[in-house]
């Protein structure tokens, strides 16, 4: 299987910022930008291997899980650490651009509309997102075989700590309906139930279906790219950041999520603790 993954990304310093990619320290930045190249070509490339100790010989794994991966990473005005990152060069392909910060996601939408027909998923991904689950695709894969393509599936985003008031939290909780029933029809096929490996599961159109990523097959990008409203850059939707990652993939298909009571089934590590850190603070524990 062939993998297109595009990534935006962006730093320059600025004083007082709440943002990663504007803090005066680039380090948290690299952590997670290298973390997340490195997992990509770990759990996904071809790149992997068994050590037969009675042969003294490694020999090649998971082979049929292993894929073609092409990684883009679309940067702005030379602002960026991809000359710090301490990775081999044919880990990522950088495409300048001039374009303003928060309209990098638009830039990558191109990417992704220029390579039609030419990969098996087409996939966009914030610079501070972590994958750790090798079946990822496969989940994805089969989500869409018992859904349709018209249902995208959206990983549930988690931050974790050692030392908070919990050890993990999902960071994108329900929105008030309010906010994107401009956009969707959450009443539509309002759940799915199916069952894995004799487990039932159950997945719920999102009131967030933001997650900072999305992760196409090659059907579903080219029912996007057939929209009128692909690469508007409408950004009526949070902010511009937000809307490049999630506006035109709400407007398009009927997103869904794992309900929180199986919120892991698919998710993505948000590198950093600025959501979870929240908690005690602005947001109160429950107590159940």
Known sequence: MRILITIPHFFKPKDNSRHGSQRKDPQSR???LSKSLAALHQLFGKSQSII???QRL?????????????????????????NQLSLPAHF????PTQVEPLFLGFECQAILRDCLEQYDY???????????????????????KEAGDLCLLQPNRYEISTYALTCKAYVDGDLASRVTERFQNVKERSQLQS?????????????NPHSGCYFLNANQIAHWAQQSH???RDTSFVSPLES?????????????KSVPQQASFLEIQHYGTRFLDLIGEQVDLAIC
């Not at 899980?65 to 679309?74: K, P, S, T």
């Not at 069952?195 to 009131?207: D, E, H, K, S, W």
């Open 230 to 232: 692909f690469l508007d």
């Open 92 to 95: 990522y392909q950088h495409y």
């Open 244 to 256: 490049a990652a999630t506006l035109g993939i709400m407007k398009t298909f009927l997103v869904y």
């Open 30 to 32: 690299l952590e997670a």
């Open 58 to 82: 490694a020999f090649p794994v998971n082979q049929p899980q292993a894929h073609e991966l092409d990684i883009v990473i679309c940067t702005t005005r030379d602002c960026h650490l991809l």
């Open 122 to 144: 087409y996939c966009f991904l914030e610079d501070d997102l972590i994958l750790h689950d090798p079946w990822f695709f496969n989940k994805l894969s089969w989500f869409t």
């Open 52 to 54: 037969n100790i009675n």
């Open 195 to 207: 069952n894995i490996m004799g487990v039932p599961i159950t997945f719920q159109r999102a009131l």
